[in-house]
């Protein structure tokens, strides 16, 4: 599995651009810049297919429509941040970012035992709700793109609307008692794994 880290945005998302095929990818989160993703793909000469969200905040489908109108690849989005797809509000746009919000007008939503296939490869869905209401990991053979429910030493925030801490932790304890080192690809920061987080990460270490 050969996977380009791209930093896209106004708050540089880490968006994932996954080969699933010779000639084919799919990305995970796509925070911005598409014209630039665009190029990338073109020079890599990849056809994008899917576009796989971890969450519906606005750093983290900045790019998304603009891309699919010009590539049609399918979006995807767990059911319970679908809303935010189609508001500043929910998305968090209307308060933060600086730059005018696109609505994404076609997409798939999704549930948390989902299995999404492309090429070579299959995504499985887990639901991780914490960081808001639909944030998901995609674990696809030994990696792990945990959006913003997991960083490196650290979690995604929890005070934001639709965000809950409780979540978090049932979500924190559902990873920590995976079994197996992943490698953890975050919505933001350096690459990590989840063993390493299992042991010390503060927020998982003394889960039980």
Same mark, same amino acid.
């Given at each position: ?112 035992? %989902? +299995? ?12 991780? /709700? &914490? !960081?808001?209401?639909? #944030? ?34 049932? %979500? +924190? ?12 690809? /975050? &919505? !933001?920061?350096?690459? #990590? ?16």
């Amino acid at each position: 599995m050969k996977i380009h880290t791209l930093n896209l945005g106004e708050l540089r998302v880490n968006s994932y651009v996954v080969e699933t095929a010779p000639g084919r990818c799919v990305i995970i989160d796509l925070g911005g810049d598409p014209d630039y993703l665009m190029r990338f793909l073109e020079s890599h000469k990849l056809k994008l297919r899917k576009i796989l969200l971890t969450h519906g905040h606005f750093d983290h489908i900045g790019g998304v429509e603009a891309v699919r109108k010009i590539t049609g690849a399918e979006v995807y989005i767990h059911e319970d941040d679908a809303k935010m797809l189609t508001s500043a509000e929910y998305s968090l746009a209307a308060g933060i970012s600086y730059h005018p919000f696109t609505a994404v007008t076609d997409f798939t939503a999704i549930t948390g035992d %989902s +299995l999404l296939n492309d090429g070579d490869l299959s995504f499985q869905v887990l639901h991780t /709700p &914490g !960081h808001s209401e639909g #944030s998901v990991c995609y674990v696809c053979g030994n990696v792990m793109f945990t959006g913003d429910t997991l960083f490196r030493d650290s979690i995604g925030r929890t005070d934001f609307p639709g965000s809950n801490p409780i979540d978090m932790r049932n %979500s +924190l304890c559902t990873l920590k008692m995976i079994n197996g080192d992943f490698k953890v690809l /975050p &919505g !933001h920061g350096p690459a #990590s794994s989840l063993r390493y987080e299992q042991n010390n990460n503060p927020y998982m270490r003394n889960l039980k």
